[in-house]
C-alpha cells in the first residue's frame, strides 16, 4: 500500500521538480513537491538499502544500514551546505535527534503502549546506547560550545575537526564491536532465533535502485535548498525552524514510519534500534561528515549549535535515557517523550 | 499528640491571627503566628483530605491527594501572586522542590536508615518518578529558561502557558496511568495486599473540617503575604531566602512529619511517594496552575527561575535519581541529601 | 621491575634536583626531573602506605589508604598554593577528576577487556559511587560556580569554606559507612573472602620510607612548582593546561599504573576502586582541604572552576556513570572514555 503511494509520488513529483524548477513556479509550491518527492524517494532508498543488507549478510548488512540509514539527510545537508546555509545544517541536525528521540521513540512507545501493557526490549542495547547517547550528544557537542566561549573561530574549527574525527572513530569502532566483537553476546537465547529474511529485490536491481534514487535524491534536495529563505520569510518562520521542524522530518520520514509499525507489531528492539539508532548515527556520523566535509566549501561548520538547540538534545537525552534505561516501555512513557517533542516545537516555533 | 497539639495551635492562633491584624501588631510577631497557624491548620485539611480520599475510594481517593496535597501551599502563592510577588512564588515553587528531594527524603532515609541496615522501596515506581522529574523538574523548566534568553517577555509568557498546559495535561495522564490504566501491574504481589483502612472522619464531617480549614488558611495566608517585606528588612533575608526556606516549610510541614514517620516504621513506600510525589506535584501541578492564574492578576509570572533556583533544582533531581533508582536507601545516602540542602541552604542564605 | 627502575630513579634523580636546583640549571630540563623524582617518590609512598594498611587491619587501612592515597597531589597543590598559582592548582584538581575518571577508567577497561570479552565488579558499589560523583563533582562544584555570578569575592570564599567543610564531612561519614557501618554488607558471598596478605614492609620499615618519601616529595615539589611559568612560556601552555595534564599526570601516575595492571588480572572490583575511588578523594577530600588551607596564605582560593574545567568534569561524570553503573565493562566502554579524555585534551590544548 505505502509503497504504491510512494511509486505514484515518485511519478508525479519527479516530473513536477524538474519542470517546476526550470518554469520557476511559487517557491512555496515547489517546496511542497520537493519535500514529497524525498518522502517517497527516501522510502525506495531504504527498501533497497534493506534488501542489498539482507543478500550482504549480518555484518556488512549492518555496516551497509549504518552508513545509507540517513543518507538522505546527508545530501540535503551537503547541498545546503554547499550554499552557506550552516543555521540550517546544525537546526536540522538537531531536529534529527530531537525527531528521532521523542517524536519516533514517543509514537513508537505510545502506539505500542495501546495495544500492549507493557513492551520490553534488550536491556544491554538500552544501556549500550546511553553511554552513546551522553558520549556523543552530551560530551561531545558541549565541549565545543563552552570552549569555544573562550577561542577564536579557528580554534573551534581545528577543536570541532578533532571532535569529528574521534566521533567517527569511536563510531566505526563501535560498529565493530557490535557486528563482529561482541556480536550476539548481550543477547537473550530467545532472542537469537534470527528470522531468515528474503530480500524483497535481488542485488543487482537493489544497486540500481538505490544508485537512481540517491541521483534523485541529490536532484531535489539541491533545488529544495533554494526555497528555503523565501518558505521561511513567506511564512514567517526562522531558519532554525524550517531546518528543525521541516528537513528533519523530510529526511526521516520514512524511517519514522517503520519505527511506529515496527512498536505496533511488538518488535520493540527493532523500533528502539531505530530510533535510538539513528540519533547515535546523526551525531556520530551524519553530524562529524558535515563539519570535515565543510573544509571543501567556502562557509566551514564548526560544532556550535545554538543554546537552545544544544540545551533540547540534552535534556532530550536524560529524558530518553531515563525512559528506556529499564528496557521497558508503555503508552505513558510515549506520551512523556511527546510532550517534550511539543513544548520543544513552541519553543522553536516562538524563537 | 500531635493532633492534640495543632488543636490548640489552631484554638489559639486563630483568634490572635484575627486581632493581630487588625490591631496592626508587630509585623515580626504576626509573622510567627501565622505561619505556626497555618502549619496546624495544614495538618487538619492533610487529615480531612486523607478521610475523604479512603471514603472515596482508591481512583477518586488518589485523585483527591494528588489535588489537595499542596492546596496550602498554592493558597499562599496565589496570595502572593496577587500581591505581585512573583519573586517569592518561584522561589517557594523551588523551595518545595529542594524541600521534599532533599530535606524530607534525606530526613526519611537517615532516620529510618539509623532503625534499619537497608531500607526497599518499590523500584517500578522510583524509575517512573525518575523519568517524570526528569521531564518536569529538568526539560519543562530549563526550556523557558535557555529559550527566554533569546525572547521577549511576551513569547516567554506565551511559552510558560503553553508548558504549563502540557504539564497539566501530563499530570492527569500520569493520574490516570496510575489509577486506572496500570494500577497495581507493577506491585510486587507482597505489596498488593492494601490494608483496609478506616476513615478518621466521616465524609460530611471530613468536608466541613476541609472546607472550614481552607478558608482559615487563605485568610491567613492572604495577612501572611503582607509581613514578608517587613521581616525580610528586619532580618536582613532576601525575598528569595522567604521564599524557599520560610514558605516552602510551613505549607508543607504537615507533610513532611508522615514522611519522616513512614521511614521509621520502614513502610519506605509511603514515605518515598510523599517526598517525591509531592515535588511532582509542585513542579506539574501547582507551579503551572500559577502561570495559568497569573493571567488574571496584574503581574504575569513566567516559568523562568533565576538561575541558582533553576541549577539547584536540577543538581537535587539528578542527585535523588542516582539515590533513589535502585530502590533502595541507607542512613548515608540520607545525609549525603541532607547535605545538599544543607549546602544550598548556605548558598542561598548568602545571595 | 617497576620497583627498581623506581628505586634507580630515585638515586639519581633526588640528588639531581638538589644539585640543580642550587646551581640554577635550565628550568625546562629540571622541570623533567623534578616530575621524574616525584614519580618514583611516589611509587614508594604507596607501597609504604599498602605495607601500613597491611599491618593496620581493614578499618585504620582504609583510613590510611583514604588519606595518603593523594598525598602526592595535595604536596604539589599546597607549594602551588603557597606561590599563589590558584589557576593551576584548580586546573590539577580537574586534572586528576579527569585522569581518573577517563584516562585511567578508560585504560584500565580498554586493556582489561581486550583480554575478558565482558568484566564485572560489584554493581552495589557502582551505585554507591554514582550518588556520591554526583553530590561531589557535580552539585558541590556546580552550586559556588552559579551563585558566585551574583555574590561578591568574600560571600563566594565563605560559601567555598561552608562546601568544604560538608564535602569533608561526608566524606568521613561515607568511609564509616564503608568501613564500620556497612562494612560487608554490599558483597556477593564470592568476594568475602579477604586475601590474606602478607605487607612488603614492616611498620616501622614503612613509617620510616613514607615519611622520607613525603619529605622528599615536599622538597622536590616546592622546587618544580617555581618552574611552571617559565615551561609555560618557553612551550607555549596555558597554566591551566601544565595543571590539567602534567600535574595530574605527575601526582598519580604510580596509582594509575597499577589500576590498569589489577584490569588485566582481571580484578576489576580494585581497578574502579582505584579510579573512581581517588576522584571522590580529591573532590571530597584533597579540594576541600586546599580551600581551607588557603586561609593560611595570602592567595585565598574558592571552588569556582573555569567554565570548560566544569563542563568537562560533569560530562565526565554522566559518562562514567552511564557507563560503570550495570557492573560490567567491556573494551569498547574503556575505548569511549579514552575518546573523551582525547577530546578533552585537544580542547584545553587548543584554549
Not at 505514484?8 to 514529497?36: A, D, E, K, Q, R
Not at 527493532?270 to 547515535?280: C, M, N
Request: aromatic share 12%; proline share 2%.
Amino acid at each position: 500500500m505505502v509503497n504504491r503511494i510512494f511509486f505514484i509520488m515518485i511519478l508525479i513529483g519527479l516530473p513536477l521538480s524538474v519542470i517546476g524548477s526550470l518554469m520557476h513556479w511559487s517557491p512555496v509550491i515547489m517546496f511542497i513537491v520537493y519535500c514529497l518527492t524525498i518522502v517517497a524517494l527516501a522510502g525506495y532508498m531504504g527498501r533497497a538499502t534493506e534488501s542489498l543488507a539482507i543478500v550482504a549478510g549480518p555484518r556488512v548488512g549492518g555496516l551497509l544500514n549504518a552508513t545509507f540509514g540517513n543518507a538522505v539527510e546527508l545530501i540535503i545537508s551537503i547541498f545546503a551546505l554547499k550554499e552557506g546555509l550552516v543555521t540550517v545544517v546544525l537546526a536540522s541536525l538537531t531536529g534529527s535527534v530531537l525527531g528521532n528521540l521523542l517524536l519516533v521513540a514517543g509514537l513508537s512507545f505510545f502506539i505500542g503502549g495501546l495495544k500492549y501493557k507493557r513492551q520490553i526490549f534488550n536491556v544491554f542495547d538500552a544501556r549500550h546506547n546511553s553511554g552513546l547517547l551522553i558520549f556523543s550528544v552530551i560530551l561531545a557537542f558541549v565541549i565545543p560550545e563552552v570552549f569555544s566561549m573562550e577561542m577564536n573561530d579557528a580554534d573551534t574549527f581545528t577543536l570541532s575537526i578533532g571532535i569529528s574525527v574521534i566521533l567517527i572513530l569511536l563510531y566505526l569502532a563501535a560498529l565493530f564491536f557490535k557486528l563482529v566483537s561482541h556480536r550476539g553476546i548481550y543477547q537473550h537465547e530467545a532472542d537469537k532465533v534470527e528470522e531468515h529474511e528474503e530480500p524483497e529485490w535481488g542485488k543487482w536491481r537493489a544497486l540500481i535502485v538505490l544508485l537512481a534514487a540517491t541521483v534523485a535524491v541529490g536532484y531535489v534536495s539541491e533545488n529544495l535548498v533554494h526555497t528555503f529563505d523565501i518558505v521561511a520569510e513567506k511564512f514567517g518562520w526562522s531558519e532554525i525552524f524550517i531546518g528543525i521542524i521541516i528537513v528533519a522530518i523530510v529526511g526521516n520520514a520514512a524511517e519514522h514510519a517503520s519505527a511506529i509499525l515496527m512498536a505496533y507489531k511488538n518488535k520493540m528492539n527493532i523500533a528502539v534500534e531505530i530510533a535510538v539508532g539513528s540519533t547515535l548515527q546523526v551525531a556520530m556520523f551524519v553530524a562529524p561528515i558535515l563539519v570535515i566535509a565543510s573544509l571543501f566549501f567556502d562557509t566551514r561548520m564548526s560544532l556550535v549549535f545554538t543554546m537552545p538547540e544544544l540545551i533540547s538534545m540534552i535534556t532530550a537525552v536524560f529524558l530518553t535515557i531515563a525512559i528506556t534505561n529499564d528496557g521497558e516501555t508503555n503508552w505513558f512513557e510515549g506520551g512523556t517523550l511527546l510532550a517534550a517533542y511539543i513544548i520543544m516545537g513552541i519553543g522553536f516555533y516562538l524563537l
